[in-house]
């Protein structure tokens, strides 16, 4: 019985060392997979700088020095942002947001607000766009008016007292 207790023990940590080979070989993939994210991130918000930079030229072209200031500041953070996101690791990254949810949780709490309110007029905007396009021009063959749509309830609703359903 003592052996078979002594191979139940070598067992369990065996798969302990491979469960935490495992999770060590998953946290260095995912490194590897954020270093990749992060060099195409920093490169996209340095070209966005460069597009604010050129819009605020533009806009002093046309003597609207007021938005062109606008712009500049928004390509010297965008800038920067990009900077300190390619000097910093992942966790590094995860350590400063944490202290930033625990020094300014009203901020965290309304940046949160405003991306939801940004993604809802997004998408709220995505589904007029989609309505709205002539019937040639949509991507999706799908219903697309109040009629189409109470037309497809209507089959799918039949379909389903067929089926034996309600």
């Known amino acids: ?5 002594m191979d139940t023990g070598a067992g369990q940590r ?6 935490r080979a495992a999770t060590e070989q998953a946290k260095q ?12 991130v920093t490169h996209d918000m340095r070209d966005v700088a460069r597009a604010l ?13 007021f938005i062109a200031g606008y712009a500049r500041r928004a390509a010297d953070g965008v800038e920067r942002l990009g900077d300190v996101l390619e000097q910093k690791d992942l966790r590094e990254m995860v350590r400063d947001l944490e202290q930033i949810c625990r020094e300014r949780p009203l901020v965290v ?10 993604g809802t007029r997004l998408a709220r905007t995505a589904v007029s766009a989609r309505r709205d396009a002539p019937q040639g021009e949509r991507e999706d063959k799908g219903p697309t008016g109040p009629d189409e749509e109470r037309e497809q309830v209507d089959i799918e609703f039949e379909s389903t007292q067929l089926e034996g359903g309600v």
């Open 1 to 5: 019985m003592a052996v078979h207790s």
């Open 14 to 19: 065996g798969l302990s060392d491979q469960a």
């Open 29 to 40: 993939r995912a490194a590897e997979s954020f270093g990749r994210q992060k060099t195409s």
């Open 53 to 65: 930079r050129t819009t605020a030229e533009q806009c002093e072209g046309q003597q609207q020095s």
């Open 109 to 118: 709490g309304g940046a949160a607000m405003l991306a939801g309110f940004l």
